[in-house]
């Protein structure tokens, strides 16, 4: 019944805004430049997109649910992180896991507790993974948005052009190039929790060599987000003893270090990138025990070298890429505080795990176009991921008891003894084949299947299909079908010494299979319609057993709907938002799997009040979090945050500012924290924080 209501409301929706008084119909566009004028976008930016397909389409042709976030979008809405940006698209939420705060991007209500594999980022078309989690890892903290012209997400199953955990979804983030950043801009920002960001890029040209190039730096203590009750509150009520740190603020502090160079030439392009994060906050402490001197780093260092000839022969088209990345990641900390476990431990519960690993990608993509109304697509490639180095400090042995009194003196060095993980590495080979076919006028059919073969779990196949309907030159419709994998970590596969959990190297993929259905309509001139439906099914979900052991078997179930709408008012005023719902069902224990909103809104008005000004306003809400099964906790409690972001539009004598205020209401924002026993480590969930002020100069030489 909840589910009816929930798409009734979304249907009057629809209908009030097709009740909006209709003008008279307009002769109907016949070309390409026609329509993008009628989908109140130019044939470039917001209204094509390359990740759908690997080559540029108009979006509403695009044989996937995909959104598209462009620098004005950035720059109108005050984003300061691709977090923030991308919790306005429909059906996507930015939860929080309670390691290091990381954020966890979850598509359609599909999400692990801890770790984020489920979802593919890629920057400029290379991915943002490390082996061991098989996520983003920490260097995902708090990415930067400055040096970005546009985001591209698809919400379904990618594994049949993109491979391995493009499973819920496909982000790809494209930077600037040197004709989109022409010229030098500098910029800063101030704000609350002592927050400090500063930029330069430049765009340009070096003899007969496009060039763009970028440089920040950001710096925060974090939010003061209080938690009244942690882990170890529950172990000082088991143990008679004071040790919790709680109530207390938890560690939100960073700092964040990243730099860009592009280098083009002809057909040639060459993109390398530096990240850094350094002194990341544990957030709410590693195993939910606050932790407000433990610390994370990573660095990540990317090449990528790219040729492309769209007429290397007749009917040819070429594209070569060849990338290394190097990857890093640190930490240090107390996963409980001194006194734990009744004191035997009597400087705390330390670990310091220590990671490095390397990446090496060759592939390969030809285009053909020698049959009529057909583009075909064929490439392969290989990729190595090489865990090569590990190492571990630690007071405690494998089954968690004390290295003698669990001193900073007893911390010892067990790489070679007793570690988490010994060195691992794994072979990719895979190749692709994708057919895109007009077979009809106003009907196009992409055909398209992927095999990867991996040296240490196995192979997959995943195919999709997707028909397109232009039914008029205002309406199209998409029937969709995919599946996916996600290929088990490292972490998954291989850990040991751990009394919580073990690898397992018999490990199966996880897969899931999706069929969508996708309407996309102008209603009248400017105000534009979107429907989704869809509905997965997920298999061989990677579990903990009984045992303690990784092991295949979980299966979850879904089906939900993604409202979107779009008014230009006038020149000086837009509206736009979207409703998402989604409901799921863990098919062993027959209930919601927990953690992620039913129900997700979020709506957004752009004004220009007067010449060279401008006002954002957005407003989110998350709705209908259940708990886990076996959680008996009331329900997450439901929240809405107001944002409100006041600019200008206009460089006057090479000057711009905004004003950019989060949760001005300062509603108790806050993340579901996981079931446990023998206790709920942290049952008060997990705060993010409140209200948070900024104001941002730019300078543009």
Not at 9 to 22: E, G, R, S, T, W
């Amino acid at each position: 019944m909840k589910s009816l209501n929930n798409t009734a409301y979304a249907l009057h929706f629809v209908l009030l805004l097709i009740a909006l008084p209709q003008p008279a119909r307009a002769e109907e566009p016949n070309t390409e430049e026609d329509l993008a004028l009628v989908y109140g976008d130019k044939y470039s930016d917001k209204s094509v997109i390359s990740v759908a397909t690997g080559s540029a389409l108009p979006l509403r042709r695009a044989p996937a649910v995909a959104t598209v976030i462009t620098a004005a979008d950035i720059e109108a809405t005050g984003a300061t992180s691709l977090d923030g940006i991308l919790e306005t698209v429909p059906g996507l939420h930015v939860g929080r896991s309670t390691v290091m705060n990381m954020a966890i991007y979850t598509i359609r209500g599909m999400r692990n507790t801890l770790s984020n594999p489920q979802v593919l980022v890629l920057i400029n078309g290379t991915p943002v993974i490390n082996a061991y989690t098989g996520d983003r890892g920490l260097i995902s903290a708090d990415m930067p948005l400055e040096n970005v012209a546009r985001i591209e997400i698809i919400r379904g199953p990618g594994s049949a052009l993109y491979g391995a955990d493009a499973f819920s979804g496909v982000i790809n983030i494209v930077t600037k190039t040197a004709k989109e950043q022409s010229g030098t801009r500098f910029g800063s920002r101030l704000g609350s929790f002592n927050s400090r960001d500063a930029w330069v890029l430049h765009g340009g040209k070096w003899g007969g060599i496009e060039v763009a190039a970028s440089l920040q730096h950001s710096r925060t203590a974090g939010a003061q987000a209080l938690v009244e009750r942690d882990a170890q509150s529950g172990y000082d009520q088991l143990f008679g003893t004071h040790a919790s740190l709680a109530p207390a603020y938890q560690n939100f502090s960073r700092a964040a270090t990243d730099g860009n160079l592009d280098l083009a030439y002809g057909k040639w392009s060459l993109h390398m990138a530096f990240m850094q994060r350094e002194n990341i906050g544990t957030g709410t402490g590693i195993a939910q025990a606050l932790d407000p001197h433990g610390w994370g780093s990573s660095r990540r260092f990317t090449s990528d070298l790219k040729y492309k000839d769209p007429d290397f022969a007749k009917d040819w088209g070429l594209e070569l890429n060849g990338s290394f990345t190097y990857y890093n990641e640190n930490a240090s900390v107390y996963i409980f505080p001194a006194g734990a476990f009744g004191g035997t431990f009597k400087d705390g519960f330390i670990g310091s795990p220590f990671r490095w690993e390397r990446q090496e990608n060759l592939n390969a993509t030809m285009h053909y176009s020698g049959m009529s109304q057909h583009h075909v697509r064929l490439g392969f490639g290989v990729s190595k991921i090489d865990l090569y180095k590990l190492r571990e400090t630690k007071n405690f042995n494998p089954d968690n008891s004390p290295i003698n009194a669990g001193a900073f003196s007893d911390i010892v060095d067990v790489t070679d003894t007793a570690p988490y993980m010994r060195p691992h590495s794994r072979l990719l080979k895979y190749a692709y084949v994708q057919d895109e076919w007009q077979f009809a006028k106003d009907w196009t059919l992409t055909a398209g299947v992927r095999y990867d073969q991996y040296s240490d779990f196995g192979n997959t196949t995943n195919p999709r299909l997707a028909l397109v309907w232009e039914m008029d030159y205002n309406l199209t419709a998409k029937l969709l079908y995919g599946t996916a994998f996600r290929a088990p970590s490292f972490e998954e596969l291989y850990v040991i010494n751990n009394p919580v959990v073990n690898g397992n190297p018999a490990l199966k993929a996880e897969r899931m299979r999706t069929t969508e259905l996708a309407l996309s309509w102008q209603a009248r001139a400017g105000v534009q319609l979107g429907l989704n439906l869809f509905r997965y099914r997920m298999s061989d979900i990677i579990r903990v057993s009984n045992n303690s052991q990784n092991e295949n078997g979980g299966r979850q179930s879904g089906r939900g709907f993604e409202l979107e709408a779009s008014w230009d008012v006038n020149k000086n005023f837009r509206v736009a938002g979207n409703l998402a719902y989604q409901s799921a069902i863990d098919d062993v224990t027959q209930k919601d799997p927990g953690l992620t909103p039913r129900r997700h809104a979020y709506l957004r008005a752009d004004w220009q009040p007067a010449a060279g000004w401008r006002v954002n306003t957005q407003i989110n809400h998350v709705a209908d979090r259940q708990r886990e099964p076996g959680d008996t906790r009331p329900n997450v409690k439901d929240y809405t945050t107001l944002d409100v972001t006041i600019g200008t539009n206009k460089k006057y004598a090479g000057w711009d500012w905004a004003l950019i205020v989060r949760n001005l209401l300062n509603a108790d924002v806050r993340e579901p924290s996981p079931y446990s026993t023998p206790f709920i480590n942290m049952p008060n969930d997990i705060p993010m924080g409140g209200r948070s002020v900024f104001l941002q100069f730019g300078y543009k030489l």
